[in-house]
């Protein structure tokens, strides 16, 4: 488990807690904000470690030890394995002991399907009820104001998916969709970064590239022309992960 201190470093969100410290405040109410807060940072920490494959299938994930690789509570690290259970990338098994299930290019494909289905019904929902796309206006000028590929920019690229959902007008495909939400944003985080790695100079243009004519297709109420782009900025995605595919040749349209 020696890459969660790499991968720790890597997210500086938070200063390390270490055992029996809380955060600023006292009392029980501190201790719980504590928890939490640290909980989603390990949350994180583990999350990308399991999605890229550094956490292999199988991997036990023994309290003590990840709370002393993160310099953490054990308290944390047991809210963290919790989640991560939701999410399916951990089980805990008949014995007490959790494990990684793991998150191969099957997984891949499976949430990118899922995914699809909810932001295409988002877009359908949205145009036919002439829904106004200024938010979504306001999340495409952010992504392109960063100008530069930034772990900001992965949020930022979230907040416009995020923002198809809302354009839907239902509450419930919003929550079908923040249930996944971390995992997706993961998932982006990861292929940003072999996308970065792989062609750093073309990397923010092609991002920009393949979310200006998404928007310009809903703002056309052309819900069908919108919904093939998205599938094709999906499959970049998927080809980042699958091992068997050269995407470095891929063109500006196939983002995440």
């Not at 953490?72 to 047991?78: A, E, K, L, Q």
């Amino acid at each position: 488990m020696s890459s969660l201190g790499d991968r720790a470093a890597a997210l500086p969100r938070l200063a390390p807690l270490g055992p029996g410290a809380v955060a600023p405040g006292s009392g029980q109410h501190a201790t719980k904000l504590s928890r939490s807060i640290y909980s989603g940072w390990v949350a994180e920490v583990l999350r990308e470690s399991i999605v890229d494959g550094s956490l292999a299938a199988g991997t036990p994930l023994v309290e003590m030890r990840v709370a002393e690789e993160l310099a953490v509570s054990r308290g944390p690290v047991r809210s963290a394995l919790h989640v991560l259970e939701g999410e399916g990338l951990v089980r805990t098994q008949p014995n007490g002991r959790t494990t990684v299930v793991g998150f191969g290019a099957d997984d891949v494909q499976d949430l990118l399907r899922v995914r699809y289905e909810l932001e295409a019904t988002g877009i359908r929902w949205g145009v036919a009820q002439g829904a106004s796309i200024a938010p979504l206006e306001i999340a495409f000028a952010a992504v392109a104001a960063e100008g530069a590929t930034t772990p900001r920019l992965v949020e930022l690229d979230v907040a416009f998916h995020r923002a198809m959902l809302a354009f839907s007008g239902s509450r419930f495909l919003m929550e079908a969709w923040q249930a996944i939400a971390p995992v997706i944003q993961t998932v982006i985080t990861v292929g940003n970064q072999r996308l970065a790695a792989a062609d750093p100079a073309k990397h923010m243009t092609r991002i920009v590239a393949s979310h200006r004519p998404l928007l310009e297709a809903i703002g056309r109420g052309a819900a069908e022309e919108a919904c093939a782009l998205l599938r094709d900025q999906f499959g970049l995605t998927g080809s980042l992960f699958d091992g068997g595919r050269d995407h470095q040749g891929r063109g500006a349209g196939d983002e995440q």
